[in-house]
């Protein structure tokens, strides 16, 4: 029997249509050839949920949202079916939810429960509504804006009783310090010029002090090696010897001293013996009557007839009064 070419035709679009609704479904995560088990869930929002999004015990793909379904004209309720994946044992009280991640597709999260007693095909699970990173966000910066305005409605408040309180002396004094503010900006501008400021010149002759410095470096290391090779020569200094004269030394002016002092020697004798001190002072006052009596009877000590007849008068006993030195002038 021979096929027509419409034939090959009609059987060939027959067969790719069937792979490729074959495929559409594996994609989409459902296998037509194998039968799966169904259990379902009611949520009040769907949120951001759509078929074919995973379903997920403990972060784990166990299946897929095969359809979603209003459960009546009044929208009560949207039930969710799930197609189920992987034959895993779900307890009978665990709960459904939808979580929404900042990044990605909305899926469906199953929190096991305890029960021994597992669900069946056709079994619906519990739901509760999941607090999502942008609820919690919310929830916990509400209450801080509400602040945030409170405290903007006071400050407004409280700067339109400093505006009222403000008078026009006081606003032209508030100009002035304003203005004084500006003129002590421009001229802190002015020092701190990088070309002109005083900042940058006494920088800039930092910069050439320490510049000098590097360049002297070997002078002031040479200035510095000759300063300590001063003071080790210095220190190399025989200083006991001179020490040793100038003890000796003073031990003989103690014993000259000592000397001195003793009466048993002639210097020590004239400085504490009163008796020798008399006599010494008893021969300058005889010695001074006989100047005295010379100068004054000199015929009685020379007989010359230059002199004429011999004196008469008797030798003085005291010596004479004098307001200057003999033979000197007044």
């Known amino acids: 029997m021979k096929i027509s070419n419409e034939t090959k035709v009609g059987i060939l679009t027959i067969s790719a249509l069937t792979l490729l609704i074959l495929g559409f479904n594996f994609l989409k995560g459902k296998d037509i050839l194998k039968k799966r088990k169904k259990i379902y869930a009611s949520f009040n929002d769907l949120g951001s949920l759509s078929k074919s999004n995973e379903v997920k015990i403990n972060g784990y793909v166990i299946g897929s949202v095969y359809s979603l379904d209003v459960k009546d004209k009044n929208m009560s309720g949207i039930v969710a079916t799930i197609n189920l994946t992987e034959d895993v044992n779900i307890p009978r009280d665990s709960k459904a939810m939808i979580s929404s991640p900042l990044v990605g597709s909305s899926y469906i999260v199953i929190e096991k429960g305890t029960d021994?007693?597992?669900?069946?095909?056709?079994?619906?699970?519990?739901?509760?509504?999941?607090?999502?990173i942008l609820d919690d966000v919310k929830a916990q910066l509400t209450p801080t804006l509400t602040k945030v305005r409170s405290t903007l409605d006071s400050l407004n408040t409280i700067f339109s009783s400093i505006n009222g309180l403000i008078n026009s002396d006081a606003k032209s004094n508030l100009q002035q310090t304003l203005a004084n503010l500006n003129r002590a900006s421009s001229a802190l501008a002015g020092l701190m010029d990088n070309q002109t400021g005083p900042l940058a010149k006494t920088l800039n002759n930092a910069t050439a002090i320490t510049q000098s410095l590097k360049e002297n470096t070997d002078d002031i290391t040479a200035t510095i090696g000759n300063a300590k090779k001063a003071s080790e020569k210095l220190a190399a200094l025989e200083l006991k010897p001179t020490i040793d004269s100038l003890n000796a030394m003073i031990s003989t002016m103690k014993a000259v001293v000592a000397k001195m002092s003793s009466k048993d020697g002639t210097l020590g004798a004239l400085i504490n013996d009163k008796t020798l001190?008399?006599?010494?002072?008893?021969?300058?006052?005889?010695?001074?009557?006989?100047?005295?009596?010379?100068?004054?009877?000199?015929?009685?000590?020379?007989?010359?007839?230059?002199?004429?007849?011999?004196?008469?008068?008797?030798?003085?006993?005291?010596?004479?009064?004098?307001?200057?030195?003999?033979?000197?002038?007044?």
Do not use: C, H, Q, W
Not at 278 to 305: C, F, G, Q
Not at 309 to 318: A, E, H, L, V, W
């Open 277 to 330: 001190y008399n006599k010494l002072n008893d021969a300058i006052l005889s010695a001074e009557i006989l100047m005295d009596d010379l100068r004054t009877n000199p015929k009685r000590y020379v007989n010359l007839s230059i002199f004429g007849k011999k004196d008469k008068n008797g030798p003085i006993t005291s010596p004479a009064k004098k307001d200057t030195i003999p033979g000197g002038g007044n």
């Open 116 to 132: 021994t007693v597992f669900l069946k095909p056709g079994d619906t699970l519990k739901t509760r509504v999941d607090v999502g």
